[in-house]
């Protein structure tokens, strides 16, 4: 079964909205992290936002904020106001465990994000 | 401060052929992974180890080889290439989860692998 499902392969959304990337898990661990990041068309990898499965709070970095449903399995991505270097390809990963059990980093199909002016 | 370093960045291959590639890190991370990347597929984890003299499976392993002998160097071995394992190899690094330093993982910049 798909430990990370990244349901939409392509989204648009207006500069300066706010758009939210979905992501769901499958894990029986308790302890576990979630990850967001940007892949844009130059290639490189860029973190934006972690979630840890202990976190009361939802994460947050600048326009980056993480939407955590633990119950639903959910790790939404949202980006606020959106700007045309916001176009690129955005992954979801997990990992499972804590240190001394910790298990593989493991990534979704990915969203290709379209600003358009 | 170099981050994630793999070497080299673009190599053809003809089918058959073996090569080496080589990700090293001067983070001091404990953990090291070894992806590819196919249009419509994200990241898939081909191994990793979680510290020095250790390996382990991920996805897609067949195929491939690794060693992670010295701490910095994590290698990813193709014995005899073929034309689907053209691709890009992305490797990465990270702290174990869990402690106070930050998590994620940092990536090196890409390996873009052609088998003809």
């Known amino acids: 079964a798909q430990k990370i499902t990244q349901t939409q392969p392509g989204m648009f959304v207006q500069e300066k909205e706010a758009v939210t990337l979905d992501c769901t898990y499958d894990?029986?661990?308790?302890?576990?992290?979630l990850f967001w990041y940007k892949q844009p068309s130059s290639g490189e990898m860029i973190f934006l936002i972690y979630?840890?499965?202990?976190?009361?709070q939802n994460a947050t970095e600048g326009r980056y904020s993480l939407n955590f449903q633990k119950a639903r399995k959910s790790a939404n991505l949202v980006i606020s106001a959106s700007q045309l270097g916001d176009s690129a390809m955005y992954f979801c990963a997990m990992r499972e465990g804590l240190y001394g059990s910790a298990r593989q980093l493991t990534f979704g199909s990915g969203t290709q994000l379209t600003v358009l002016p | 401060n170099a981050g994630v370093t793999q070497t080299p960045k673009f190599r053809v291959l003809k089918t058959g052929q073996s090569m080496t590639l080589l990700c090293a890190q001067d983070m001091n991370h404990e953990y090291m992974y070894w992806y590819r990347q196919d249009p419509g597929m994200g990241l898939r984890l081909i191994h990793y180890s979680v510290g020095e003299g250790t390996t382990a499976k991920g996805e897609v392993p067949d195929g491939y080889n690794v060693s992670r002998l010295k701490k910095q160097n994590f290698l990813l071995g193709l014995e005899s290439a073929a034309p689907s394992q053209t691709s890009v190899y992305f490797c990465a690094s990270s702290y174990p989860q869990g402690l106070p330093q930050v998590t994620e993982a940092f990536f090196g910049q890409g390996t873009r692998l052609t088998v003809v």
């Open positions: 979630q840890g499965s202990y976190d009361q």
């Open positions: 894990t029986s661990d308790p302890s576990y992290g």
